[in-house]
């Protein structure tokens, strides 16, 4: 079966669990999510997806209501060793942990500084601090449900299982596949990975550890590596709120562009994200410039980017970086009629939603996308059928990748972007998506903890 035709399969109809009977006190679960992402840092994948998740409460308590349960949502994050802009901080706190319906821990940061690179005695440090807030929280509930996404904090499943244990905790484990793992042929050099192994292990034979799967390409890693069983798995997809503002149709505004110095009478490609060298904003770059910059780059990064700069001025490019957009600016370049296509060219992503957000934001205009096959890409785009994948990532395969788009005749391009819009919408909706992972994982927590009166799904 093609991953594209596995989606639905996925996707198993809510059987609903039997409720506990009327009259007994409900059972109290603590929701601890773990992050580095989504207050000290407010931006970034990881933040949007942390923010989604606590902005879907209601739901979530209406699930658990269903079971005979009522939730508490805790948010454990990395302290940031560099500082922090206090104002922001508390913004983020009041509008996605506000008082008395979430409680944020901060987590020690051990690095000696922000950029520092994280080594094993890291990942060590923070999985015994995740392990200690859970600890904290469970003084005040019946069990605690622990959701990790980043490999940083995969020992905290060791650590959590041994407190559970001599402390008489009920708790369980969710690690959600937001990193590669190590594989055969590389890596091994991450301490990630390291940290990803005793977690890895230990989801294949201890049933209070599981492992949420975000793709189907990540799935196949920790199953390949590990061996994990396919009922230690849980659905987790990644996705977006589709119904979100940045995703309705605008008119064009020429005036916006070029106040930007986006020029409007050239067809442009577009890329954004961090601006790291991962994310292959310079093989864009230079893949362009290969084809005669035919479609002109526009990247856009959250911060200033003087490496990418230093490198388009010495290849001679034209690109035009920006820095510091909103949602906005965002939805106009990949809605201006002249946007020919969405370019997303990193080495490696597990679980990446920028294809998705561009789909959307076309809303079916004419956008093509275009990935690498590497990491979740082939996936999220059917090659000729909701965008294009380059023969290989390197820059004469994206050039002339960028020369086909750009070949294309409106109508081509117009057919690829309502698939890949339609598409988008059905798989890959945040609420969705989140609401059935949720379910998911109370289900796995209530029948392994034992709860008395409780029956899981079919």
Not at 116 to 129: K, N, P
Not at 307 to 315: I, Q
Not at 332 to 338: E, G, H, K, S, V
Not at 427 to 437: G, K, P
Request: with cysteine.
């Amino acid at each position: 079966m093609a991953v594209n035709d596995t989606y639905e399969s996925a996707l198993r109809p809510p059987g609903g669990p039997a409720t506990p009977g009327s009259g007994r006190r409900r059972h109290q679960v603590a929701v601890l999510l773990l992050t580095n992402e989504g207050f000290r840092q407010t931006e970034g994948g990881v933040a949007r997806y942390v923010h989604n998740i606590l902005a879907a409460r209601d739901g979530a308590a209406t699930s658990a209501e269903a079971r005979g349960v009522e939730l508490s949502w805790h948010v454990a994050e990395r302290a940031s060793c560099g500082g922090t802009d206090d104002a922001v901080f508390a913004a983020a706190l009041r509008r996605h942990a506000p008082p008395g319906e979430v409680r944020y821990h901060s987590l020690a940061d051990p690095r000696a500084h922000a950029w520092e690179v994280d080594h094993f005695e890291h990942c060590l440090a923070l999985g015994a601090s995740a392990a200690q807030v859970a600890i904290t929280v469970a003084e005040d509930t019946d069990s605690v449900l622990v959701v990790s996404g980043m490999s940083m904090f995969a020992m905290t499943a060791r650590f959590l299982m041994r407190a559970a244990d001599q402390l008489g905790i009920d708790a369980t484990y969710v690690h959600m596949t937001h990193n590669p793992v190590l594989r055969p042929g590389g890596d091994a050099e991450l301490p990630e990975t390291y940290a990803d192994s005793v977690m890895g292990h230990l989801a294949r034979s201890e049933p209070r550890v599981c492992v949420g799967w975000e793709s189907f390409w990540m799935r196949e890693q920790y199953q390949q590596v590990y061996g994990i069983p396919d009922d230690k798995f849980l659905f987790a997809r990644a996705g977006v709120p589709t119904g979100a503002d940045k995703f309705r149709r605008l008119r064009p505004d020429p005036g916006l562009l070029r106040s930007l110095g986006v020029p409007t009478d050239r067809d442009l490609v577009v890329s954004w994200g961090r601006g790291v060298a991962e994310k292959g904003f310079e093989l864009l770059i230079d893949a362009a410039h290969r084809a005669g910059d035919a479609l002109l780059p526009v990247v856009l990064n959250p911060f200033p980017n003087p490496a990418l700069r230093e490198h388009a001025r010495d290849v001679g490019s034209p690109a035009v970086l920006l820095d510091g957009q909103d949602d906005q600016v965002l939805s106009a370049l990949c809605q201006w009629p002249r946007t020919r296509c969405a370019a997303f060219l990193s080495e490696r992503e597990a679980a990446s939603v920028t294809p998705i957000e561009a789909a959307l934001m076309s809303n079916g205009g004419g956008l093509v996308v275009v990935g690498v096959p590497a990491g979740v890409y082939p996936e999220l785009i059917e090659h000729g059928a909701t965008g294009l994948i380059t023969e290989s990532r390197e820059p004469g395969a994206v050039a002339d990748t960028l020369l086909a788009v750009r070949a294309m005749d409106d109508e081509a391009r117009a057919e690829m972007s309502r698939t890949a819009h339609r598409r988008a919408v059905r798989e890959h909706d945040f609420h969705t998506n989140w609401a059935h992972s949720f379910e998911e994982l109370l289900d796995r927590h209530l029948a392994v903890i034992g709860l008395p009166g409780f029956a899981p799904a079919p």
